[in-house]
């Protein structure tokens, strides 16, 4: 299938066999971006037009494209959540997404 991926400020081409290997295959070709580029949230729209968000500070955290401590301080920024609630909701967050660092599908 192809996907279109749409970040702050780019739009991707992908194909993939699903929507989660759309996304992984992404993340996975990233070496270095700033979050000021990607954004909060990126959408990938398939094949039908139906569109998928995916919060993006977890998977960063989790590739190593953004250390912990700054993930933390993002949440808190965006949520206004205390830097406790922050670190709670990122960590349950890349719980969830954890799939993300699976290189084989």
Same mark, same amino acid.
């Given at each position: 299938?192809k &996907?279109i991926?749409s /970040?702050?400020?780019?739009? +991707? #081409?992908?194909?993939?066999?699903?929507?989660?290997?759309?996304?992984r @295959?992404?993340?996975?070709?990233?070496k270095?971006?700033?979050?000021?580029?990607?954004?909060?949230?990126?959408?990938?729209?398939?094949e039908d037009?139906?569109? &998928?968000p995916?919060? /993006?500070?977890?998977?960063? +955290? #989790?590739?190593?494209?953004?250390?912990?401590n700054?993930?933390?301080? @993002?949440?808190?920024?965006?949520?206004?959540?205390?830097?406790g609630?922050?670190?709670?909701?990122?960590?349950?967050?890349?719980e969830?997404?954890?799939w993300?660092?699976n290189?084989?599908?």
């Amino acid at each position: 299938m192809k &996907y279109i991926l749409s /970040t702050k400020e780019d739009k +991707v #081409l992908i194909e993939a066999n699903s929507r989660e290997d759309a996304f992984r @295959n992404y993340f996975h070709s990233l070496k270095k971006i700033t979050l000021d580029k990607l954004g909060q949230i990126v959408v990938l729209k398939d094949e039908d037009g139906e569109e &998928y968000p995916f919060r /993006t500070v977890p998977a960063l +955290v #989790l590739l190593g494209l953004m250390n912990f401590n700054s993930g933390i301080l @993002n949440v808190a920024e965006i949520t206004g959540c205390s830097i406790g609630e922050s670190e709670d909701l990122l960590l349950r967050a890349m719980e969830q997404d954890k799939w993300i660092i699976n290189t084989e599908g």
